[in-house]
T-cell receptor, first 113, second 114 residues
Framework: GQQLNQSPQSMFIQEGEDVSMNCTSS?????WLWYKQDPGEGPVLLIA?????ELTSNGRLTAQFGITRKDSFLNISASIPSDVGIYFC?????????????FGKGTLLTVNP | EAQVTQNPRYLITVTGKKLTVTCSQN?????MSWYRQDPGLGLRQIYY???????DKGDVPEGYKVSRKEKRNFPLILESPSPNQTSLYFC?????????????FGPGTRLTVL
């Protein structure tokens, strides 16, 4: 099946630093999504990308859908303590009868105040 | 408040004792799904349902059953739980399966099978 390679696995940064994480896939996706999971909670959608090359921002977050449709990155600028959590990329292909998301293994972000 | 709810949030049980994890959504969503999350493996889909009485297997369905008798509910059933089903389980729902339908996740159920 499709697999997503997400890196880095974990990051430990100082408050105010910028963060970058990325995902690569062995096959193409029509949609790339970035989720954040806080401790004890389910994943929450941060950004959705629908077109190759698309660059989308949501506050301090910026994500891009790679031209090849096999990769995506997420940047967080000026990190703050509440950015702590696990960030997941997910790919989705429309069509067919199953809205299945293929998830990366996550990036654990720790922000030191 | 629009949400996906799961019960119980935490469960410790023993091998072979049947259990059910409930999932309910109040958004009139047609699509519902179950995932399990394991360290180093991310989230993997167990079962999904396109609508009432329509269910199908995901990537890791072995040892699980589901039912969709009502639109709002999608229980996950473990007939004979085993230790390898110890995991964090998430229910999710979306309006449909199109490109732009966001999938909303419940808060998770942490299951331990001894």
């Amino acid at each position: 099946g499709q697999q997503l390679n997400q890196s880095p696995q974990s990051m430990f940064i100082q408050e105010g630093e910028d963060v970058s994480m990325n995902c690569t896939s062995s096959s193409i996706f029509n949609t790339w999504l970035w989720y954040k999971q806080d401790p004890g909670e389910g994943p929450v959608l941060l950004i959705a990308l629908y077109k190759a090359g698309e660059l989308t921002s949501n506050g301090r977050l910026t994500a891009q859908f790679g031209i090849t449709r096999k990769d995506s990155f997420l940047n967080i600028s000026a990190s703050i303590p509440s950015d702590v959590g696990i960030y997941f990329c997910a790919g989705h292909n429309s069509g067919g009868s199953n809205y299945k998301l293929t998830f990366g293994k996550g990036t654990l972000l720790t922000v030191n105040p | 408040e629009a949400q996906v709810t799961q019960n119980p949030r935490y469960l410790i049980t023993v091998t072979g004792k049947k259990l059910t994890v409930t999932c309910s959504q109040n958004m009139n969503h047609e699509y519902m799904s179950w995932y399990r999350q394991d360290p180093g493996l991310g989230l993997r889909q167990i079962y999904y349902s396109m609508n009432v009485e329509v269910t199908d297997k995901g990537d890791v369905p072995e040892g699980y059953k589901v039912s969709r008798k009502e639109k709002r509910n999608f229980p996950l059933i473990l007939e004979s739980p085993s230790p390898n089903q110890t995991s964090l389980y998430f229910c999710a729902s979306s309006l449909g399966v199109s490109l732009y339908n966001e999938q909303f996740f419940g808060p998770g159920t942490r299951l331990t099978v001894l």
